[in-house]
């Protein structure tokens, strides 16, 4: 009998397509979001319609957490105990969530040597894809650190590109600065914004929804170069979404992939509805 692989565990931000995590044997520790009176696990107990609704009751509080590092713990010290030679743990940004830190506490306290964790500096399927390519290793037979450097190729690579109809959700969380939710409201446009080392940074102005879109497809375009993996993710925006990714499709018809999601429960309490955004992985 071949040996287990190397366990890959994430979080509930990747935003993977429905069964992808179950056929692939990743293991997703939720993240919590808190609707008022409401708590519950991101993608289990809340989706995004559930988000979506709440958000538009503006008299809900709508708040995140990460999971615990006794959380963390548990799931590593399972997928040892079942055979696992080492667990690769692949995150969302740490400049945006302390999820890499609650996992990387309870990694030490599991083994260092035999749980390896990975900053993806991304959000989405960024993530998403970093997490797919460690499967990719595991399954070819890799130890932990070809895994955790197949993760982390993936992960250099990635550019995430989006818009909100409202960045005070933003500012309220802390991903962004007091100036820069000002400039999406005081001057009535529609800022662009990317990650750029891990934190969200205004890229560039838009006056209009349709121009904010066709910027999307610009540089996810300049992105993707000869060729790339793409999503496009949203929250109560299907239609533009849509269109975005036909114009995608069109413009970049050698694309590996190109996945279309709303995004999950946590990452909506953030953007907020309308949001519409694209991840470009370009090919290495």
């Known amino acids: 009998m071949p040996p287990s692989p190397v366990a890959v565990v994430t979080d509930s931000t990747t935003d993977l397509p429905s069964g992808v995590a179950a056929r692939s044997a990743i293991t997703i520790v ?15 107990d809340i989706g995004p319609g559930d988000l979506s609704a709440a958000l538009a009751d503006r008299s809900l ?22 055979g696992a030679p080492s ?16 996992a990387r506490l309870a990694a030490e306290e599991v083994g260092p040597g035999r749980v390896r964790v990975v900053d993806s500096r991304a959000v989405a399927m960024g993530l998403g894809y970093a997490v797919l390519a460690a499967v990719r290793a595991a399954e070819s037979g890799c130890a932990g650190a070809a895994v955790e450097e ?4 993936v992960a250099a690579r990635c550019r995430v ?32 914004l990317h990650l ?3 934190r969200i940074r205004p890229l560039e102005k838009v006056r209009t929804a349709a121009r904010a ?54 990452l909506g309490a953030h953007v907020g509805n309308g949001a519409l955004g694209v991840v470009v992985v370009p090919r290495g």
């Not at 995140?64 to 105990?81: D, G, I, K, M, N």
């Not at 667990?87 to 609650?102: F, I, K, N």
């Open 87 to 102: 667990v690769v743990s692949v995150h969302l940004s740490r400049e945006l969530s302390g999820t890499w830190d609650a």
């Open 30 to 44: 939720p993240l919590e979001v808190r609707m008022g009176e409401r708590t519950g696990r991101d993608g289990i």
């Open 61 to 82: 509080d709508v708040q995140t957490s990460r999971p615990t590092p006794a959380a963390f713990a548990e799931v590593y010290r399972a997928l040892l105990a079942d």
């Open 196 to 198: 750029a080392e891990g």
């Open 161 to 192: 590109f989006f818009c909100v109809d409202d960045l005070d959700r933003l500012r309220r969380g802390g991903r962004i600065g007091a100036a820069t939710a000002f400039l999406g409201t005081a001057l009535s446009v529609k800022p662009i």
């Open 150 to 153: 197949a993760a982390t190729a």
């Open 213 to 266: 879109t066709q910027r999307l497809v610009e540089l996810a375009v300049k992105a993707a170069g000869e060729g790339a993996d793409l999503a496009v993710h949203h929250l109560g925006a299907a239609h533009r979404a849509e269109e975005l990714a036909d114009r995608l499709r069109e413009r970049l018809p050698s694309a590996s992939r190109l996945l279309v999601s709303e995004v999950g429960a946590v």
